[in-house]
């Protein structure tokens, strides 16, 4: 590893063996906080809390303790492979874990009627309608929202049964998805055997009012009920008191399961970053206390000749020779 006497050359491959640890250090700690997080954190988030603590201490501990050349930037990449990995896990699981939870656990209702009250399904999660049921396209509004920047859709839900003057309990939603007024293509609602729905979750009802604020898009949210309101006014609707959002789906498990797909690959957008960083960093610290500009041997025959070109600096073949050399690349 490089203990003993300050070194004043190091060869390439022993370079890239070490930048390759400290890699591999923060990746692996990185994958670990992630997982710990993804799996654990939704029933038992003070364990989770604890495990990071003490991934940090040991973390700490290797850099009191190898604090000879570049061995002493391994602790920083342990705790910060940990912290980032944290950092992820809790996005994936507050954007995508925790959505796709609460659909697995919440209740799944069959043979819907839109005329039903939506008050009935505050604890659904996804519901099949009754045959008949349709998204109303012909009745379709978008509505430019400026907060947005974006095109909010809605289009009411009807079944056989009702006539234009009953009151529209369930709205088909969307973003960037329909025309202006009677067009209206979000997820399936151009799918003539589609006839279930994922219903939009109230964040304040599955984290709590201290959690979400940061997690409900009230923007989108507001721009959508405002599209209700314009549907309501062009065509001379009614809404319900209370009206349930919801995303038309031919097979709505699948897209519960795209949350789980989101999970992934924030954890994996993640790695790539970590990954990045540590190889950029690992340049410098792995020639130990970030002496990038020693000499680097780069063969220990001392008979080949040949160059590196860094900065101002000329590498030779040739141990401990280094020449001054003008700006130059080659």
Avoid at 1 to 19: C, F, N, S, Y
Avoid at 51 to 77: C, E, M, N
Avoid at 241 to 269: C, E, K
Avoid at 279 to 297: L, P, Y
């Amino acid at each position: 590893l490089g203990i003993g006497k300050q070194e004043t050359t190091i060869t390439v491959e022993m370079l890239w063996k070490r930048i390759l640890l400290l890699s591999l250090g923060s990746c692996t700690l990185y994958l670990f906080m992630a997982t710990v997080v993804a799996l654990f954190f939704d029933n038992w988030p003070f364990w989770v809390w604890l495990t990071l603590l003490i991934t940090l201490a040991k973390s700490g501990l290797v850099w009191k303790f190898l604090k000879r050349r570049w061995l002493t930037y391994l602790g920083p990449y342990l705790a910060a492979g940990s912290l980032v990995g944290f950092m992820f896990g809790l996005a994936a699981y507050y954007t995508s874990l925790l959505p796709y939870l609460r659909y697995m656990d919440a209740e799944k209702h069959t043979n819907v009627a839109a005329s039903e009250h939506a008050l009935r399904f505050a604890d659904t999660g996804m519901v099949t309608f009754s045959p008949g049921t349709t998204v109303d396209v012909t009745r379709s509004v978008g509505y430019m929202s400026a907060r947005a920047g974006a095109k909010m859709c809605v289009a009411p839900v009807v079944d056989v049964s009702m006539g234009a003057e009953d009151p529209i309990n369930f709205y088909a939603v969307g973003v960037n998805c329909c025309g202006w007024r009677g067009s209206f293509e979000c997820d399936d609602a151009g799918v003539p055997q589609a006839r279930s729905a994922l219903l939009e979750l109230d964040m304040n009802a599955v984290v709590g009012n201290w959690t979400a604020w940061m997690l409900q898009d009230t923007t989108t949210s507001e721009g959508l009920k405002a599209a209700m309101k314009l549907q309501e006014s062009v065509f001379r609707t009614k809404a319900a008191p209370n009206v349930r959002f919801l995303h038309w789906s031919r097979d709505p498990l699948a897209m519960i399961r795209g949350y789980l797909t989101q999970a992934v690959q924030v954890i994996a957008d993640g790695l790539g970053v970590v990954a990045l960083v540590s190889v950029v960093i690992g340049m410098k610290a792995a020639t130990g206390r970030v002496r990038f500009w020693k000499v680097v041997e780069f063969s220990e025959d001392g008979k080949s000749q040949g160059s590196f070109e860094w900065g101002s600096y000329r590498f030779n073949k040739r141990a401990g020779r280094q020449k001054k050399m003008p700006h130059s690349f080659l």
